[in-house]
């Protein structure tokens, strides 16, 4: 990839963007799991390799801790990153950054991918710039080594949207196979990612729709859903028999949105400035617009774009719950946004001055630094909290093998929604299993029932869930121990009597 690039002055620009984010990548991969959006995600995964090695690397059979006094398998993606990361834990021991890494790998098969994409789709100058906008989006250096699946989707993506060009372009079935296998991992991977089939469709359709009169195209889409639709049906037996899940199939979380989510400012404000700040990392925005300018003008040229745009936007919709404040869930609008910025700047170069062109790149490159670089920075410390500290506390008064109960300010149930208020952070951290308690199920019934099942321990992270002079209060003093107070640190352990 590198050779190939670094021909020309912007191509070692590039070339030397790429090479500085995947070290600075490889420096975050040591860090702590950071931001409070990704940590408990993060926890879940890693909590689900440490179960795989530990259990028998049995890939159907993915483990939670919060399962209570039963196995804690759990309906989930396809893990493939946790297994993965499992079979390396047997080798060198159990570390989270063997996870990160792994990820980082997949994120930088991403890279190579899009690169092989870009320099297909755009004009050289600007399939350059869109590689620089892709590799210093601060999105890319916040999940590209995050300990959680979306960079090893990314890049199952971006490998099927290089396949098909290379389809397009070739018609050799090998290419169309290849596309319908990277289809079907990236769908096994994150199910969302089913949304590359209606933007190469479009492509298609523009490309060479006499194609359509062939069977393969059929096969080839037919196949990509098989091993997708397998898994989730037996996911979702998983939680029909043990009750745990990520809401993947089932009712345990709705990410979906309606009109009336729509129409809320909250919708389109979070959306925007989520695409703004942590995918065109603020100066990309203009040079984007300048960009869809060029798409649409030769929307033929660019229909995979102009398709990639569209139906990321209607993704956003459907997922209106999360597109709006979870910047992972922008994950898929990277390469268009990229790609728009590419167009962008090759399109405004030749109208501006060589000395202000070369004033203006190393402008606009540190300017996409900037964003990035306050990511990693960001990433250094640990931002765990109260749960850090909950964690590290259960973990000195109780023993391996003890199960505990864990509340959460998370609600089952989010303005009438399902939501997943699991929160595995203390049970990941201090290596223990047991029960989550959504903050509107928390009561001294349930910490009854609880405790009649097995549990030893319950951990209050939030004062304000058990208020003094309250029933549960009340419950805990007549029926628990106190071992750590929430007026020292925010976290209360109780053993129960």
């Given amino acids: 990839m590198l050779q190939r690039l670094c021909r020309d002055p912007l191509g070692m620009l590039a070339g030397a963007v790429v090479l500085v984010v995947a070290v600075l990548s490889v420096v975050r991969a040591f860090g702590p799991m950071t931001y409070s959006g990704d940590i408990w995600r993060q926890a879940?995964?890693?909590?689900?390799?440490?179960?795989?090695?530990?259990?028998?690397m049995r890939l159907l059979y993915p483990q939670i801790d919060w399962g209570g006094a039963g196995p804690g398998y759990v309906e989930t993606e396809f893990q493939l990153l946790t297994w993965l990361t499992a079979a390396f834990y047997l080798v060198f021991g159990e570390h989270v950054?063997?996870?990160?890494?792994?990820?980082?790998?997949?994120?930088?098969v991403a890279v190579a991918a899009f690169w092989g994409l870009a320099r297909r789709l755009l004009p050289p100058t600007a399939a350059r710039w869109a590689l620089i906008a892709f590799a210093l989006s601060p999105l890319f250096m916040r999940y590209g080594s995050a300990f959680m699946p979306d960079a090893t989707a990314l890049a199952f993506f971006l490998l099927a949207m290089l396949w098909?060009?290379?389809?397009?372009?070739?018609?050799?079935v090998a290419w169309l196979a290849a596309t319908a296998v990277a289809v079907s991992l990236a769908?096994?991977?994150?199910?969302?990612?089913?949304?590359?089939g209606p933007i190469l469709l479009v492509w298609l359709l523009a490309a060479d729709r006499a194609r359509l009169r062939r069977p393969a195209p059929y096969v080839a889409g037919v196949a990509a859903l098989v091993a997708p639709a397998l898994w989730l049906l037996h996911a979702n037996s998983l939680y029909r028999t043990y009750g745990n899940t990520f809401g993947v199939l089932s009712g345990g979380d709705d990410k979906f949105g309606g009109v009336g989510q729509w129409l809320r400012p909250s919708f389109s404000i979070g959306n925007a400035y989520l695409e703004a700040v942590w995918v065109l990392g603020v100066v990309g925005v203009p040079l984007a617009v300048l960009g869809a300018v060029v798409v649409w003008r030769e929307r033929r040229r660019y229909a995979v774009v102009v398709a990639g745009v569209v139906v990321v936007v209607g993704y956003f919709f459907a997922v209106a719950r999360y597109s709006q404040n979870s910047p992972q869930y922008h994950i898929y609008a990277l390469p268009f946004a990229a790609l728009l910025v590419g167009l962008g700047v090759a399109a405004a170069a030749p109208r501006v001055p060589l000395l202000a062109r070369r004033i203006a790149a190393v402008v606009i490159?540190?300017?996409?630094?900037?964003?990035?670089?306050?990511?990693?920075?960001?990433?250094?410390?640990?931002?765990?909290?109260?749960?850090?500290?909950?964690?590290?506390?259960?973990?000195?008064?109780?023993?391996?093998?003890?199960?505990?109960?864990?509340?959460?300010?998370?609600?089952?149930?989010?303005?009438?929604?399902?939501?997943?208020?699991?929160?595995p952070v203390v049970f990941y951290r201090a290596d223990r299993r047991g029960w989550s308690v959504a903050a509107d199920q928390l009561d001294a019934a349930?910490?009854?029932?609880?405790?009649?099942?097995?549990?030893?321990?319950?951990?209050?992270?939030?004062?304000?869930?058990?208020p003094a002079g309250s029933p549960l209060a009340g419950w805990l003093t007549a029926n628990a121990t106190p071992l750590r107070t929430s007026a020292a640190d925010g976290c209360g352990i109780w053993v129960f009597r």
Wanted: aromatic fraction near 8%.
């Fill in 446 to 466: 349930r910490l009854a029932a609880d405790r009649q099942a097995g549990a030893r321990f319950f951990v209050d992270v939030d004062p304000a869930l058990v």
């Fill in 187 to 196: 769908a096994l991977v994150k199910p969302t990612s089913l949304i590359v």
């Fill in 44 to 56: 879940d995964t890693a909590s689900i390799a440490q179960n795989f090695a530990e259990n028998g």
């Fill in 164 to 172: 098909f060009r290379r389809w397009l372009d070739e018609d050799r």
């Fill in 97 to 108: 950054w063997i996870g990160r890494l792994i990820s980082l790998a997949f994120a930088l």
């Fill in 365 to 423: 490159v540190a300017a996409f630094a900037a964003g990035s670089l306050t990511v990693f920075v960001g990433s250094l410390s640990d931002t765990s909290g109260t749960l850090g500290v909950c964690a590290t506390e259960l973990d000195e008064v109780s023993a391996p093998g003890d199960l505990v109960v864990v509340d959460t300010t998370s609600n089952a149930l989010d303005n009438g929604v399902p939501n997943n208020w699991q929160e």
